[in-house]
């Protein structure tokens, strides 16, 4: 659809999303998974029945699916190691950078500026245990 012809329907259009809810990671070691998010970003870890395991943080959360033993239904083709996450902080990035620093996970860029859903941010960029991308960023 053009730009034009959708701001004309966006305010009616019939799917209106409001949030992202959760997301899934597919990793190679959920224990070592939930220790890096924990002690390095201090996401919340929760066991749901049939040992399904997740990571809350604010009003999301990430579910965990081991490489092999996916959840159905799940993505077409699910690898450790494949994503990009954005995740917003109100820490300081300075903070955060030496909070990084003192549990060992090394920065791999940043800070630099990007541009956010909202706006302008700033961002570091860190490699979770499958080498997914991270980027933890503050909005300026």
Not at 10 to 18: M, P
Not at 22 to 42: E, K, M, N, Q, S
Not at 61 to 84: C, M, T, Y
Not at 86 to 108: F, K, R
């Amino acid at each position: 659809m053009p730009p034009v012809a959708w701001e004309s329907v966006k305010e009616t259009f019939a799917v209106r999303i409001a949030s992202l809810d959760h997301l899934v990671l597919t990793v190679a070691d959920i224990p070592r998974t939930i220790d890096f998010y924990r002690d390095a970003l201090g996401m919340e870890p929760v066991t749901f029945s049939g040992g399904r395991h997740a990571l809350a943080f604010g009003s999301s959360k990430i579910n965990l699916h081991r490489a092999g033993h996916e959840i159905r239904p799940h993505a077409l083709r699910p690898v450790p190691g494949s994503a990009d996450l954005c995740l917003i902080t109100h820490s300081p990035l300075d903070q955060v950078a030496a909070h990084l620093n003192a549990v060992g996970v090394p920065i791999e860029e940043g800070p630099v500026p990007r541009t956010g859903a909202l706006g302008p941010i700033t961002s570091l960029y860190i490699r979770d245990p499958d080498h997914n991308l991270i980027e933890i960023s503050n909005y300026d």
